[in-house]
């Protein structure tokens, strides 16, 4: 696959998540977190789980057993970054919540130095402080912080460390959509462990939350994550985590159009930076080897004797 299409698949997958974000909120309105974490990525097991089967039938190399378990313990990442998120949600504001999500953007660079010593491109770094300085100039004026808060950092750790390991996993042994499964499958047992003996279901909090648990459980979990995996097979991490922190943009956007929210001018400043930089993880490698292209016949030249 191209990598300006799978770039094109993680911008899409941001604008779903950016459309999940006041979803995820308003859910915990009926039902409590880790019940809903629980039925919307049962209910992306089972959406995704034909696509994966098709997978599995068409490709000569299935994910060995060893290999599976590592996708349940991203899996349980995965679950961690969730859950974190969806607990902040109860205590925080979303304007907090888009800003310090997005924190994974100078993380995953950052991880994957100190971790698993992968170099990004030089070009990176200063596309994550652009970045970085759009979701602040977006999220406006934040709030003190609170308990939430902290718990949204700690879900951006959890992605941070998703997006790196779902990046190597894919790109070493492909099948992105068996492993969007075994991370769907984790997150929904544990979600259901960890809620059901805590936090109330019954009809009324599903009927409550239905449209929540379709939407974030259908289209910002099978098909947005599902996105992501087969992305980020063709995408280094570094450049992943810049696209996909489109996600604050997109919400921004989609509060304005769906609920009537209006954007300040530093606020439409920071979606300007935040989109220059989606375009500019696209440009700039296509830039350079054009550049590496137009240097390779004058140094030919250079070489042939007068």
């Known amino acids: ?51 994966a089967y098709f997978e599995r ?10 290999v599976i378990i590592k996708g349940i313990l991203i899996g ?4 961690a970054g969730i859950g974190f998120q969806q607990m902040g949600f109860a205590t925080t504001s979303v304007t907090n919540a888009g800003f310090l999500t997005a924190m994974y953007v100078p993380l995953t660079p950052v991880i994957g130095v100190l971790v698993f010593r992968s170099w990004p491109s030089p070009m990176i770094w200063p596309l994550v402080a652009l970045s970085i300085m759009g979701a602040y100039l977006l999220a406006g004026n934040l709030e003190a912080m609170k308990q939430g808060d902290i718990l949204m950092m700690f879900s951006a750790l959890c992605w941070t460390f998703q997006i790196i390991l779902v990046g190597r996993m894919v790109s070493k042994y492909g099948n992105p959509l068996a492993f969007a499964l075994l991370q769907f499958a984790t997150a929904g047992v544990l979600g259901l462990l960890f809620g059901l003996p805590f936090e109330s279901l019954d009809v009324a909090s599903l009927q409550g939350a239905w449209f929540e648990i379709i939407y974030t459980g259908v289209f910002s979990g099978a098909l947005a994550f599902g996105l992501q995996a087969i992305g980020q097979r063709y995408t280094p991490p570094a450049d ?31 979606c300007f930076l935040i989109f220059s930089c989606i375009l500019l993880v696209e440009l700039l490698p296509q830039i350079q080897k054009r550049l590496r292209k137009s240097k390779k016949p004058a140094e030919a030249s250079a070489d042939i004797p007068a």
């Open 57 to 66: 039938r068409r490709v000569s190399n299935p994910i060995p057993m060893p």
């Open 1 to 51: 696959m191209p990598r300006m299409t799978a770039n094109l698949l993680l911008l899409f997958a941001a604008i779903v998540w950016g459309a999940a974000f006041v979803a995820q909120s308003t859910a915990m309105d009926s039902i409590g977190p880790m019940n809903f974490t629980g039925v919307r990525f049962i209910l992306a097991t089972l959406a995704v789980a034909p696509f």
């Open 240 to 270: 992943a985590a810049i696209i996909l922190s489109g996600e604050s943009l997109f919400a921004a956007i989609f509060g304005a159009i769906l609920l009537g929210e209006r954007l300040t001018p530093s606020q439409y400043f920071g």
């Open 76 to 79: 349980a990442i995965f679950f």
